[in-house]
């Protein structure tokens, strides 16, 4: 499968990377939605179609969170649909925590009620962002970034939200790892509704050079942490520094974060003030 041209990349925009900590995040903020507990999905059922007064706060409290990471993936936004009151949920975000860059990918639209959708928010800027409609029922998405010069020596971010049932999920991540074979430098990241002993993620790992750094940490559900839904998956060639799930229920999961240090061979477009200085 072939991957989208890159743009050229001017030197004074780059810096390298040697030394470089990108501070990663992936959230499903469930469209700004905070679920206590199960009975709130059905008590608190109709803020997934009709705006809640409450949803803006919780989207102020999820911008103060994600302030101190380079580079968010986000699942479950609502890309401008009449219960956020037509509000871009990543565009917001994005301006509340100051990343000078973000994404909408559009997966699946309810009317003008609710248009369901991935999100990047980035300090860094990418050279390249492609859009894929997963296998499957429509609605699933694959949001791929591409931050670097050429293409061998470029870092690609994947952005998932997988499907419910694992015979869709086994397809979508077939078609994920087709995808990114033979890249060097690759994270993937999102809400793949399952678990990293299941069947879905060993065939990821097994078919391409991933690895599951975050281990039997509970991001689901928020109120009472038991599943790992959500993943940050890298490439041997990224080392990681630190991972994490923080404790900030604003949803009905949890955020997920990891720090990784940069190869040398690797040049990113942002300014170096904007990036965390590995110890």
Not at 32 to 51: D, F, K, N
Not at 67 to 91: A, H, N, Y
Not at 92 to 99: I, K, N, S
Not at 116 to 142: C, E, F, Q, T, W
């Amino acid at each position: 499968m072939s991957l989208p041209a890159l743009e050229p990349q001017s030197p004074e925009a780059c810096i390298e990377s040697p030394g470089v900590t990108l501070r990663l995040a992936s959230f499903n903020i469930q469209t700004g939605i905070s679920t206590g507990s199960y009975r709130e999905y059905v008590t608190g059922s109709w803020r997934h179609v009709l705006p809640s007064s409450r949803r803006f706060a919780n989207l102020d409290r999820i911008a103060e969170v994600l302030k101190p990471f380079d580079i968010v993936g986000l699942q479950e936004v609502d890309g401008g649909g009449i219960r956020s009151r037509l509000v871009i949920q990543t565009q917001y975000l994005a301006e509340r925590a100051g990343f000078k860059h973000w994404h909408n990918q559009i997966n699946r639209r309810i009317g003008n009620i609710a248009l369901h959708s991935n999100g990047l928010l980035s300090r860094v800027r990418p050279m390249m962002i492609h859009d894929y409609k997963l296998p499957g029922l429509p609605g699933r998405g694959a949001l791929l970034a591409c931050f670097g010069g050429a293409e061998g020596e470029a870092l690609y971010l994947c952005i998932l939200h997988l499907a419910l049932s694992r015979r869709a999920r086994l397809k979508q991540l077939a078609f994920v790892a087709e995808l990114i074979r033979g890249l060097p430098h690759v994270v993937v990241m999102g809400d793949l509704n399952c678990g990293p002993d299941s069947p879905e993620i060993r065939l990821l790992t097994r078919t391409t050079a991933l690895t599951e750094p975050l281990w039997e940490l509970g991001t689901f559900p928020s109120w009472r942490p038991r599943k790992m839904l959500d993943h940050i998956l890298v490439t041997p060639s990224l080392a990681v520094d630190r991972v994490r799930v923080l404790d900030f229920a604003c949803s009905d999961h949890l955020p997920i974060a990891m720090d990784v240090r940069l190869p040398g061979t690797l040049h990113l477009a942002a300014q170096r003030s904007q990036l965390a200085s590995a110890a």
